[in-house]
C-alpha cells in the first residue's frame, strides 16, 4: 500500500524522489484555497485561461489547449464561456484565414486585475503572519516554479 507524503514533514524526514509529487499536490491544494478565498464567481480555470491570454497575447484555441493541457472540446467551452462574458474576443488571425486569434478584451483585462486584487487579499491574510523568512522562501520558490513553467511552455 502506498501513501501519499506528508507536505509538512520536513524536507530532511521525506522519503528520496517525493519532492515531485509533493509539489504537484501542495501547489495544487494551494491553488484551490487561494481560489475558494478569493470569490472570484467564475471557475480558477476561466481565470487561468484568461490570465495565460493576456500573459502570452493572442492565442490560437489549440494554443491555449496546449498550454493548459486540456482538450480542444474542453478550451472551446472555456472560451465560448469567456466569449459571452465579454472577457475575451476572437479576431481572425491573419496568418491563417481558418484560424483566429484569441485575446482579452478590456473588460476581461478588468475584472483579471479585480481577480488577482482578491486573491492578494484573501491569500494576503494567510501570509502575513508567516515570519519574514518563510515569506522570503515563499517569494524564492514562485520565483523558481515561474521560471520552469516559462521554460517548459506554461
Do not use: Y
Not at 500500500?1 to 501547489?27: F, K, N, S
Not at 475575451?88 to 491563417?96: A, K, T
Not at 486585475?113 to 502575513?128: F, I, K
Amino acid at each position: 500500500m502506498t501513501t501519499e507524503p506528508d507536505p509538512t514533514a520536513p524536507a530532511d524526514d521525506r522519503p528520496a524522489g517525493d519532492l515531485p509529487q509533493t509539489l504537484a499536490l501542495v501547489c495544487s491544494q494551494f491553488s484551490r484555497l487561494a481560489a475558494r478565498r478569493s470569490e472570484v464567481g467564475v471557475g480558477s480555470v476561466s481565470w487561468r485561461v484568461v490570465a495565460t491570454i493576456e500573459r502570452h497575447g493572442p492565442l490560437r484555441l489549440s494554443e491555449i489547449a496546449e498550454r493548459e493541457r486540456v482538450s480542444r472540446p474542453t478550451a472551446t467551452a472555456v472560451i465560448k464561456r469567456l466569449e459571452e462574458e465579454s472577457l475575451v474576443r476572437r479576431d481572425p488571425d491573419p496568418s491563417d484565414s481558418r484560424s483566429s486569434l484569441i485575446s482579452t478584451t478590456s473588460q476581461g483585462s478588468a475584472r483579471l486585475a479585480a481577480w488577482r486584487g482578491q486573491l492578494a487579499a484573501g491569500v494576503g491574510e494567510l501570509l502575513d503572519p508567516l515570519p519574514a523568512e518563510d515569506r522570503a522562501a515563499l517569494e524564492r520558490a514562485a520565483a523558481v516554479l515561474s521560471r520552469l513553467i516559462d521554460d517548459h511552455g506554461g
